[in-house]
């Protein structure tokens, strides 16, 4: 031993641990007395748990015989001379007596590796190898055995997933497999650059999140630079906060602080400071929205060019629209795209669109192969011949049409290569709708147009509707009125009198025709709803104002206090129709709650959770703020008492009921939409309607026109006030079907390169095995290690899980150190601040729906201090037990983790992202194995996998390990050891070691698919050649490309098998 090696020195907890150490720490040694045979020992307390264990810490000296070398967990905090870290790997010594070395991630990021001398690690993250703990007869209470073997399998798929998988698990977002395929894609190469195009609805929000969720999880101080429309600034902030506890500042304010800041695309000009700052990502959102304003295109451009990192969300690029295609993919790559020219990049668009048109035609066929089988055959080998492309040329030679599936697999494989290499950028994802597995909910529309009544059925709306038009129509004239106070003004006309009475005072019209009309309709107004009674139950037919139409149809169609027949979100623009609503809906007993502009954070949460959880509360009133990013899933029912001018407003409108995730027995999502009818509204509700389809399905990439049909709208309008709408209407049908034809044709092409890519299928069969009882996997894993270590828990009947500090039981934590979690971090949390306890879920379908409480996942304090624990602790790592069971087995159950060898790409300075698709194709889950040491023990090991994993067949056995007996007698693990006497035992051990791991690298070897990984590697850097030469790039660049995938292959092919935990079972029928 030297000083600066880290040991792992025995503690005194009770009388046992002097003849039977169980408790141990790792320390520093700072002195060698070779005279004594002592060494002095420091310890480090980097988590701050010296309080609940300053016993650990009073003897700093012990024998050299008693202390043992030993490295340091996985993930462990430390101090190194570059500041603050955690260990990712340590390197294999050459000798015995050598310094143990360590990759170490810092706290910015940066890897470095550090000698075990120049480090200070933290006292409780001790690794020690569970063969020698059983060499050594370190047999631990089967109870910690049998809750570790869950924790740390269940810990090992979340880890050896994909990259970053571990943060986004802790996420309350459901990730779909295209989601996974496109975060998994833009941690191909560095710097992360990427245009996400998806339809609507897709998530793009969540991917671009999730991305910059693991790009934090390397970098602690990065900073991300949001710049999205005003409008969606806060529904940013709030997806941002409650699905990826990331926590945004809106506007410039915080600017040279704020690590992330959200700043509004139309006050951009006004952020120059705020965009000076350094920043590490740049996030652009509706970047299509840049194309049409020209200077602020150019701030954009110009901070994209000094930000590393950037993810454009946008609506899909058409190539048919050359200027804005170049112009969104200048911004994307600016140096490659900046200095050419329109003429260029429109040849190199023609190339593709020839491929695109051949490639297409082959995709349509694919669900009826068997009849174009030859055809689609004869097509690809032409279009290798043209393309001259050895790759393709190898699949297309494995097409058999003979085969059983003749050969479509090859074919499908075929088209994936072409789509996605012969594309103008690799770069910008499109995902279709069409082409998602997960269910997605269903729109239908409820239209329901009324007579709108005038001065002689003594109801003044149609006389205030022709005064305003004869008023919209004279400012027009004179030039003195914009498009946005026309829409207002029109709006607030068929929301409600009340909100036409303060859109009128906040613009100062004085009117009088229009204020005499509006103010005899205002009285108007209120007499109706003072006899909202006696309409509603005895004379719906006499009903007049829109108001009480909507009251009536939530009570005669949605039956909604009768039938519970889903919940209600109601939409107005306008405070003063919400008001007079809420009143309504009072007078009618029926339980509502508001969620506005003008309230308070606390009071809006508390909205939210009476909406999401009360099941009394059945309506919530919502303005524009409802529509940004708040989840309403649990609503089936969306009702636009007035329609917004934008279909951008409508979507988001109905987007906060139309989500991935909606509960499989509530797909469809009503759209009820109130009208005038021969008004300008129902001209507005046709186009919205007929033109977009708006409320049957969603924009699918006609977002990229939105803003020239907001302009061919507001030509309409004032081109003809009373029938420019009407006249627009098959103008606007025409624009759209064109778009919507063009854009599907460059969706289906992208698809092929997403559904067919082995990538994508590697991830759906890594979620079906994850997600198999997800809940359950974090809840068993969570709540065995939390009883055993003295963390106490309640569970409600809903399966809400209450933790708090006065559970906690040190004397039971002190056997694995567990150092309870910082219960200060949840003061702040809404759940705490409403019921003054800390209560979560541990399922992620009831962590969406309830955003009040707590997610216990990765990521959380609680659950990640247990976890933590449970696998740097050395406890449940070895175990000596007896038990009845189906079958005679008397050996070693070995557990084994597989991993990639992650030390050799640290060696080369390859980035471990590249590895970021390819871990699926190692085991995800543990590779258990058995030794038997008794003849004639032939049990298959499903069997004894069945038997360990149920935990009750583990904890009810007979300890063989303990250490104390009855008086007078032997302990069980004295009677033991003189059974095994210890030169015996050990050889026993190493043998079982040697033959277990043999086994387990066999078996890693069986189960993993490198022949898959194989095939993918050299596809994508077939695939890049094939860019490289199409697109005329620098081939240099190609040598360094090719070299870091075949390290990648190395590590794969490679893995390192560690034993992890190790038991030797006594298992009879009798």
Known sequence: MKVGQYVRCPIVFEENDNYFPRNFVLGKITSINDLSGEV??????????????????????????KVKRCGAAKDAPVVTPDGRGKILSRRIEQTEDAMYEYYVMLSNGEINSYFEDE??????????????????????????????????????????????????????????????????RAFESRPIRYMLADEVGLGKTIE??????????????????????????QQWSNELKYKFNINASIGDAMASYAKHLILSLEDLDEYCDAMAGKWDMLLVDETHRLLSQDEK??????????????????????????????????????????????????????KQ????????????????????????????????????????????????????????KYAEQALSYISENYRIERNVIRNRRDYINEALGKREIYENGY???????????????????????????????????????????????????????????????????????????????????????????????????????IEQEVRITKDNNGKVVVFSEFPATLWKLGELLEKRDINAVCFTANMLREELEDSVYDFQNNEECRVILCDATGGEGRNFQNADWVIHVDLPWTANAIEQRIGRLDRLGRDKDHMQVNSVVFYGNGTIEEQLFRIWSEGLNLFTRSLSGLEIITAELNERISDAIFEDVHTGLENALSEIIDMTEETRDAVEEEQLYDSGSVIYRPLSLAVKQMLSTYSGGESDLFQSSMLGWATQVGLGSSISKAGVVQFAASMFKERSAIQSLFIPPDWALYDDTPIVRKEGRILGTFDRSTAIKREDLLFYAPGDPVFDSIIGNAVDSGRGRCCVFANMAPFNFTGFACVYNVEPKINYLYDNGIPIQLLSQFRMYLPMKQVIVFVSIRKGDNVPDEELIDYIFEKRNVQNADHIGQRSGKRGEMSPLERFMEAYPESEWQETVRKAGRI???????????????????????????????????????????????????????????????????????????
């Not at 060499?135 to 880890?159: C, G, I, K």
């Not at 009198?497 to 100062?508: I, M, Q, S, Y």
């Not at 108007?524 to 139950?537: F, M, P, S, T, W």
Request: with cysteine; glycine share 4%.
């Open 451 to 553: 007579d709108v009544k005038n001065a002689d059925d003594n109801y003044s709306e149609r006389n205030v509707y022709y005064a305003l038009l004869e008023y919209i129509s004279s400012k027009i004239e004179e030039d003195s009125i914009n498009a946005n106070e026309v829409y207002l003004l029109l709006q607030a006309m068929f929301s409600s009198p009340w909100a036409l009475k303060d859109v009128v005072d906040e613009l100062g019209i004085d009117d009088q025709d229009l204020l005499a009309n509006l103010g005899l309709w205002i009285t108007q107004g209120d007499d109706e709803i003072n006899q909202a009674e006696y309409l509603l139950d005895e004379n719906p037919d006499d009903i007049k104002g829109r108001l009480l139409h909507v009251i009536d149809f």
């Open 119 to 184: 480090l200070e690690i933290e006292y409780s993250a001790s690794d020690y190898q569970p063969l020698k703990q059983m060499m050594q007869y370190e047999f631990q209470n089967p109870t910690w055995y049998a809750n570790r073997l869950h924790v740390s399998n269940n810990m090992h798929m979340v880890n050896n997933t994909v990259y970053g998988f571990k943060e986004l698990a802790g996420c309350r977002t459901y990730l779909m497999a295209h989601q996974i395929s496109t975060i998994v």
């Open 40 to 65: 002095n020992v420091k310890l480090y307390d980097l988590k701050d748990s010296k309080r609940f264990y300053a016993h650990a810490f009073e003897r700093g000296k012990f024998a050299i015989d």
């Open 208 to 233: 671009a999140a999730s991305i910059i969720k693991i790009l934090s999880s390397e970098k602690q101080n990065l900073r991300v630079l949001y710049i999205v429309p005003a409008t969606l600034a």
């Open 353 to 408: 669109k020839k491929i695109q048109r051949r490639v297409n035609a082959m995709l349509a066929h694919m669900n009826q192969y068997e009849d174009y089988k030859e055809d689609t055959l004869e097509k690809l080998a032409e279009l290798a011949e043209e393309l001259d492309d050895t790759h393709l040329s190898k699949i297309i030679d494995n097409i058999n049409i003979s085969d059983d599936d003749g050969g479509q």
């Open 996 to 1070: 277990s791991r043999d086994k387990a690298k066999k078996k890693a070897i069986e189960l993993a698919d490198l022949s898959g990984a194989k095939r993918e590697i050299d596809r994508i850097v077939s695939g890049y050649e094939s860019e490289y030469i199409y697109l005329g790039k620098d081939m240099d660049n190609l040598k360094s490309i090719k070299s870091q995938y075949e390290a990648v292959y190395y590590a794969l092919s490679n893995p390192v098998i560690s034993l992890d935990s190790i038991s030797l079972m006594f298992l009879s029928r009798r």
């Open 297 to 350: 295109y150019e701030l954009v451009l110009q901070l994209s060019k000094r930000v590393p990192n950037a993810l454009f969300l946008s609506a899909t690029p058409i190539q048919d629209r050359k200027e804005e295609y170049l112009k969104l993919l200048s911004l994307l790559q600016p140096d490659q795209y900046c200095r050419m020219t329109v003429k260029e990049f429109g040849s190199i668009l023609t």
